[in-house]
Structures are given as C-alpha cells and as structure tokens.
C-alpha cells in the first residue's frame, strides 16, 4: 500500500520559513517524480513545485519561485519544501504528491497524494 505523509505545516507570521516533508513508504520512490501542490479554501489546487525522480530537475510556480525550494533524499523516501519568506496568500493545505515518469504540473498526472498539511500565514 502506498502512503504519502506531510508534515511540519502550522501558524507563522509573514516573512517567516517552514519546511514542509512528505515521507513515501509502500515502494521505492526514486524513479518517480514528486509534487507539492496547495489548495487554499475556495480555491482550486494549484501547483506549487516539482523535482524528478533523480533530483536533478525541479520546476515551480512563479509564485514560489525564488521563495521555496523543493529538494528528496531517495535514500528515505523523503521529499521537502522549504518556504522561506511566507506571505499570507501562502496560507493553504499543501499536499504532496507522486507520480512514475517526468515532473508535470497537473494535478490529475498524480497518481498518489498525501493527506495534506495546513500552512497558515498571519500578517
């Protein structure tokens, strides 16, 4: 059974940094690309950042560009999402997500999503 897990969301204030984690389980990872996604209340899902199975690829939002940072350490089945100078639009469940073969940025080319992780951003 594949599992995808997030944590390390909560409650900051803008401009501060928290790192999101997703830790996989249920098969081997490494050859899959992975996602972070946030959905923030009535509003759609929208992408935040990819990185292929290899790491050596990433790709991101215009909106997290030069903010976030999408990184995995295939060794544990980990990928992360380090949010450096959070704004309060950033206030959303993020999600991680994976999937077998190149890093896309829709949302239904995942086949697998954790249970989602709150990130509130208070000015």
Avoid: H
């Amino acid at each position: 059974q594949v599992l995808l897990v997030e944590s390390g969301g909560g409650l900051v204030q803008a401009g501060d940094s928290l790192r999101l984690s997703c830790a996989a389980s249920g098969r081997t990872f490494s050859s899959y690309a992975r996602a972070w996604f946030r959905q923030a209340p009535g509003k759609e899902r929208e992408f935040v950042a990819a990185i292929s199975g290899s790491g050596g690829s990433t790709f991101y939002a215009d909106s997290a560009k030069g903010r976030f940072t999408i990184s995995r350490d295939n060794a544990k089945n980990m990928v992360y999402l380090q949010m450096n100078s959070l704004k309060p639009e950033d206030t959303a469940v993020y999600y991680c997500a994976a999937r077998k073969g190149t890093t896309v940025s829709k949302s239904n080319d995942y086949n697998y999503w954790g249970q989602g992780t709150q990130v509130t951003v208070s000015s």
